[in-house]
């Protein structure tokens, strides 16, 4: 894959977009654009000027600006500063979900002693051969810890899915 998108130009020009997509690069698609994702949310998580509404939504509009008494503005401070430091954990959960993917071999973690495949004639499928573990003493998956770590990626993409419109600067 080439990407090379220009930067803005002065006036009222377009930006320069140029995209080459070798097919490679959709054979695992999710890997892929974790390669490209995950260094741009890390840019943007350090460099981000503000928080989405939807984080600061305790700020009414009535109080929003207009306060008659001290207390009010501290509150108003407070809700704002809780507001950022979730916008920060989201931020976080979407980093650490695409460094999973980017990586790609994290799933090996939850394999422990050595796996040895084999082939065995099954009569199913028209006599197809299928994979074993032909050292199934030595070698045992952690499936319930695999698919905890597979809920936890699923939520930061899930956060990225819901936030996508807001990852600006």
């Known amino acids: 894959m080439k990407v090379n998108i220009g930067r803005y130009p002065k006036g009222s020009g377009s930006r320069r977009v140029s995209v080459e997509v070798d097919p490679f690069d959709t054979w695992s698609l999710d890997h892929t654009l ?30 929003h ?3 008659s008494f001290e207390f009010l503005k501290e509150d108003a401070d407070e809700v704002f500063q809780k507001g950022c430091d979730n916008w920060e954990k989201v931020f976080d959960k979407m980093i650490w979900s695409f460094q999973q993917l980017a990586l790609d071999d ?8 050595d796996i040895k ?53």
């Open 34 to 63: 974790a390669l490209i994702i995950l260094p741009a949310l890390i840019q943007l998580k350090h460099t981000k000027h503000g928080v989405p509404k939807d984080f600061v939504d305790d700020m009414s509009e009535g109080r």
């Open 65 to 67: 600006g207009q306060y």
């Open 106 to 113: 994290y799933s090996d973690q939850y394999h422990h002693g």
């Open 117 to 169: 495949i084999g082939w065995k004639k099954t009569n199913l499928f028209m006599n197809c051969e299928i994979m074993t573990d032909e050292n199934p003493k030595e070698h045992w998956y952690d499936y319930v810890g695999h698919m905890k770590h597979e809920e936890r990626i699923q939520e930061g993409l899930d956060l990225f899915s819901k936030y996508y419109r807001t990852l600006w600067d």
